[in-house]
């Protein structure tokens, strides 16, 4: 489910009326410039955000081992999100920055968005399961967002095998193909076509239905003209627009493969994962009004998780009425059939002159993984063979990055 957003920045103003409580993008407001990024300021906070989220990932991959919790990991790595943003543009005191997307572990065939509550029975990793990390972290509004897929217990000397490592493999090279025709001039309808070449080549099936898209300054979902889908349905071959990428745009490319049918369900499990809308409501309950209002202090246009409130009781009685009136999108957990795991890579590449810049993910190597399949077409494997960015933002600072991963660590526990 998307629902549409204003691009511009906002004011937000309160009134009250009749005991009321009511919150909406002022109406009046002068319209800002949208900068790209071409102004070497907006290139520079998607660099620091892309640095910090391949920080944070590399931090969580190292808390992914059999038996630790997935609430923990999850709250470790929005914390390090916090810690990290926090060393950044501290004069500014009116710029936003920290997660752009909540931390979410989802297991095998689960797809996405699995960020529980404490509140809920804890989910342990187990040996051998297929884990996706996702998370986002923003500065001043500008996201990188990245996901990365890992086997519990599997390392280039015990390479994973089977379904697992052709569900990773082909996400893995869906990607980096992405990452070559990601330029000025290419089309979306290239990148989809090429996506099914190589899962075809790994006995494999991209989601149906899964969106890559433009991203904008506090814009992170796919609300633009410019989307790439993996796998479309029949009605999104026809809502879906061919377009050719331009310089100066930004896209996060999201590569969901799966062993199975590629059709997903929502998994019954309970929503934790909402953004806020452009929608206006009069909320009539004072605990709705309390809650709405911290969201938009707090989070801006970014999506959060309900475990960023100390008191979750109290935040799930105001979020009732701002969900029915679709003040807040929500976003379900998803999952594929039982027993087929669905292996995802995202990452978020700037679109320049000579080509582009990833600026975070890049993380997997092939030699964890061995299959029996291969890519054998040979324009792919040529394309492949061409060298790409697969990162920006200069030289890594030695910072006291173990500390920071060590105060998250201690703050989740």
Known sequence: MRWSFKLSYYNEYKSYLSGSFFIKMADNFEEEEELTIENDAVMTKYKTAGEISNHVMKAIINEVLPGSSVIKICEFGDKLILD???KHYKKDKNLKKGVAFPTCISINEVVCHFSPLRS???????????????????????????????????????PVSGVQADAILAAHYCAEAALRLLKAGNTNKQITDTIQKITESYKCTPLEGMLSYQI?????EADTDKQIVLNPTELQKKEIKDFEFAVHEVYAMDVFVTSGSGKTKERDTPTTIFRRTDETYLLKMKASRAFYSDVCNRFTLMPFTLRAFEEEKKAKMGLKECVTHELLQTYPVQQDAEGKPVAQFKYTVLIVPNGNIRINGGLFDPAMCKSENSIEDKEIVSLLAQSANRKAGGKKKKKKAKSAVEDAKNEAQ
């Open 216 to 220: 904008q300054r506090y814009q992170t």
């Open 120 to 158: 809920e029975p804890d989910v342990l990793v187990a040996e051998g399961d297929l884990v996706k990390i996702e998370l986002g972290v923003h500065i001043d509004g500008y996201a990188a967002v990245t996901a990365h897929s890992i086997v519990v217990g599997h390392n280039t000397e015990n």
């Open 84 to 86: 990290e943003t926090a």
